[in-house]
């Protein structure tokens, strides 16, 4: 019988002991008929703890053998496991273990690989971890002065021991270089002992920091009908500087931005250049250059709606993006309201980061109570702060002819500015189950032909919070706010004013059922907010249950206030999950405060409510 004690090595000293056995087996498999055995295969460990034993049992690969076998295949899987096996306990802190893997009664090890038996019926393997082991010395060295270097609570005297505290000591010490812009530091060396009588082990890591390098060059590979010079003034490479991981993962993660590639991947040059810059290749590939997209919304108060979008990139050669959204509602009524805008995108058209837009809009409106045909176009900047935030601003014009409770065929001729930011933390986007979102805008806006100037100020704002370690109940909030500023409500396009109800805002109650009652009719308030609170429970992977409550607000005034107009509503949905799409939603809901005369109220569409 052979045993396998490894109170002194390392799992590298295994690996390197069990590299003859392979090739070994290789050299007996072509000299030998390989018959199929029927075999049974089992693993006990009485000493380790339950967890350790289902670590160990999953990662042993003469376990995972099928019934039928072959001799060779059985022989190797069962030597690999020495050294598989002795790992995953140096990976749990055991470094002086006893495995012993027999087949059919005899070690593994031993058996002769050049006369291997001609049916094998069983494995026993049988594991005795040992004693668990602490760290007595633990220490990387040297690290870059400052306190900018981080290294694991678990790696230090009297913690258990452990190879993977190790690595991620190692990580840690290689990551607080690269950040000090040593971009070509490596593990120099490293000193790990066992010692079986004290049950300690020491790990001193050595680490080879090389010089403080600047950034180079970008260089770009890969096909790409993407102008170089294009994709150089976009990434913005900023050559020259101190080299630090960040500014290469901005680079990076600027064309990945314009949309117009699969893939972008950064990648060091392989010896730094005699002026101490490194520089780096950047690998692109292309996506294709259209895109179509189609969505459906289905509710009983808005009828159906159809959206569709049409993207081309790179239009002209420098990653430009057009995209032509068409929108169609109330498909089934004879109010039909329809929508169509066109974007043009030029990344970093004025600069890094900001993207020169360009945006024309048609629309006509038949809601409940106004109707409306509007032309909007507008020219503004972009500009992206980080990977979840950006600012935008723009400048237009907008023409609108409108019928509403203030008259027929009025028309308004607006010169309005739009500043908006935009800050997304949640998780998911399709299904959030934490993070936050928000989204403001301010309207600014001048009657071109002597209409009052006003201001008009919107806020969405959506929260998300899982309870318990497993996300299968998430609770969910939003709100919605919009107030105008400034001219009277008779005096202000329809199209700038609030109703409340609907898929939007207040389930269970009617599209734009809530407004202000004026001698004409039911016209838009001048503020408007919208409370929703969701409880989202997972049934199953793909299946979820949600209970909801909304509630809305509508005022004449600027402001929200004791006074104002307001209903709720409150239902159940579900949810089924569909990978790469998101979840397709079905809620139903009855309104629960102000007028309830019209019932239950169902929607069906694809992602979240909010």
């Known amino acids: 019988m052979i045993s396998f004690r490894h109170s002194r090595r390392t799992a590298l000293t295994l690996c390197r002991a069990l590299r003859p056995l392979s090739l070994a087996i ?35 690969a003469a376990l995972g053998l099928g019934s039928n076998s072959e001799i060779q295949e059985v022989i190797a899987a069962s030597l690999s496991d020495y050294r598989t096996l002795v790992q995953v306990l140096y990976d749990a802190g055991y470094f002086a273990p006893v495995v012993n893997i027999r087949i059919d009664g005899r070690e593994a090890a031993a058996i002769n690989l050049l006369n291997p038996p001609k049916v094998i019926k069983n494995i026993a393997i049988t594991v005795d971890p040992g004693p668990a082991f602490v760290f007595g010395r633990a220490g990387v060295a040297p690290l870059p002065t400052g306190g900018t270097a981080t290294l694991p609570e678990n790696f230090a005297p009297g913690q258990p021991a452990s190879t993977g505290a190790i690595q991620e000591a190692a990580t ?22 066992a010692d079986a009588v004290k049950r300690r082990l020491d790990a001193e890591l050595r680490i080879a920091p090389g010089p403080q390098l600047r950034l180079g060059k970008l260089r770009i590979k890969g ?64 996506l294709p250059k259209r895109r179509f997209t189609f969505g459906v919304e289905i509710s009983s108060s808005e009828a159906m709606e159809l959206s569709t979008s049409w993207m081309h990139r790179n239009l002209f050669g420098a990653a430009e993006r057009l995209k032509i959204d068409l929108s169609v509602s109330g498909i089934g009524t004879s109010d039909i309201d329809s929508s169509i805008t066109a974007r043009l995108d030029r990344p970093a058209a004025l600069g890094t980061d900001r993207t020169l837009f360009y945006v024309g809009a048609l629309e006509q409106l038949r809601e409940e109570h106004y109707s409306a045909r509007s032309a909007t176009a507008a020219i503004g900047v972009r500009r992206t702060v980080s990977d979840t935030t950006f600012v935008e601003g723009a400048l237009g014009v907008r023409y609108v002819k409108a019928d509403d409770a203030y008259g027929n065929n009025r028309e308004f001729k607006y010169l309005a500015a739009r500043l908006r930011g935009e800050k997304d933390k949640r998780d998911i986007k399709t299904n959030p189950t934490s993070g936050y979102y928000l989204d403001g805008e301010i309207v600014p806006f001048v009657g071109i032909s002597g209409g009052d100037p006003g201001v008009q100020i919107n806020i969405d704002a959506r929260g998300y919070k899982a309870l318990g370690s497993s996300d299968r109940v998430v609770l969910a909030g939003r709100v919605q706010l919009g107030s105008v500023i400034g001219p009277d409500p008779s005096d202000v396009s329809p199209t700038f004013l609030y109703f409340s109800g609907g898929a939007g805002s207040v389930r269970g109650q009617e599209y734009q059922s809530l407004g202000i009652d004026t001698p004409g009719g039911t016209a838009g308030g001048r503020s408007y907010l919208a409370l929703s609170g969701e409880v989202r429970g997972r049934i199953t992977d793909s299946i979820s249950l949600v209970g909801f409550y909304d509630v809305g607000f509508v005022d004449q005034n600027s402001f929200i206030s004791g006074d104002s107009e307001y209903h709720a509503g409150a239902g159940i949905g579900l949810r089924y999950d569909v990978t790469g799409i998101g979840p397709i939603r079905l809620d139903l809901a009855i309104p629960v405060s102000g007028d309830t005369d019209d019932g239950l109220q169902f929607y069906i569409g694809i992602g979240q409510a909010f």
């Open 223 to 286: 096909e790409s009908d993407v102008r170089r010079e294009a994709m150089q003034r976009i990434a913005g490479f900023a050559t020259g500087h101190t080299y630090h991981p960040d500014l290469v993962a901005k680079a990076a993660n600027r064309l990945r931005r314009t949309g117009a590639f699969s893939t972008v991947a950064l990648r060091q040059a392989e010896i730094p250049n005699p002026d101490g810059s490194l520089d780096f290749i950047a690998e692109v590939e292309d």
């Open 26 to 60: 290789g050299f007996s498999a072509a000299l030998h008929t390989t018959p199929l055995v029927a075999l049974e295969a089992n693993l006990t460990a009485p000493k380790a703890t339950e967890d350790l034993t289902d670590r160990l049992r999953a990662s042993s």
């Open 172 to 193: 840690a010490g290689l990551s607080a270089w690269d950040r000090a812009g040593h971009a070509k530091a490596e593990l120099a060396s490293q000193s790990i002992t």
